[in-house]
């Protein structure tokens, strides 16, 4: 049985850099940090960074809740990120966007509305 989403593991080159990075992203420090894997608890889900691997853009693509699409496109736009896919409204009140963080990884946002917090288990 399938019980949901838990992490969401980003390659990284650099990954003291990484960290750093994605702390101010997240506004989190990492709940685990080995030199072999880096782990930042967001929203009772794990985002972890994976040392010495090959980032892409293509493949599985993770989005992230937001409040704003647009103002956390322009945040992670002023931290170094580069956009891939300008903010779409793709329906029923959800906007997505997406960037590609400083180390070559597609970073996914989406305001949704109709997202219920409290079916997450």
Not at 38 to 53: A, M, Q, R, T, Y
Not at 70 to 98: H, K, M, S, Y
Not at 103 to 113: A, D
């Given at each position: 049985m399938i019980l949901g989403l838990r992490t969401a593991i980003y390659p990284v080159t650099d990954l003291p850099r990484a960290k750093s990075w994605y702390a101010q992203v997240l506004g989190v420090q990492p709940y685990f940090d080995q030199p072999f894997y880096v782990g930042f608890s967001v929203g009772g889900f794990e985002l972890g960074l994976l040392p010495d691997e090959t980032a892409g853009t293509t493949g599985p693509q993770i989005l992230w809740g937001?409040?704003?699409?647009?103002t956390e496109l322009e945040r992670?736009?002023?931290?170094?990120?580069?956009?891939?896919?300008?903010?779409q409204d793709v329906g029923e009140g959800i906007r997505v966007a997406a960037v590609k963080d400083p180390f070559g990884n597609r970073f996914g946002l989406i305001e949704n509305p109709n997202f219920?917090?409290?079916?997450?288990r």
């Amino acid at each position: 049985m399938i019980l949901g989403l838990r992490t969401a593991i980003y390659p990284v080159t650099d990954l003291p850099r990484a960290k750093s990075w994605y702390a101010q992203v997240l506004g989190v420090q990492p709940y685990f940090d080995q030199p072999f894997y880096v782990g930042f608890s967001v929203g009772g889900f794990e985002l972890g960074l994976l040392p010495d691997e090959t980032a892409g853009t293509t493949g599985p693509q993770i989005l992230w809740g937001v409040p704003d699409v647009e103002t956390e496109l322009e945040r992670l736009l002023a931290l170094g990120a580069t956009e891939l896919l300008p903010v779409q409204d793709v329906g029923e009140g959800i906007r997505v966007a997406a960037v590609k963080d400083p180390f070559g990884n597609r970073f996914g946002l989406i305001e949704n509305p109709n997202f219920n917090a409290s079916d997450v288990r």
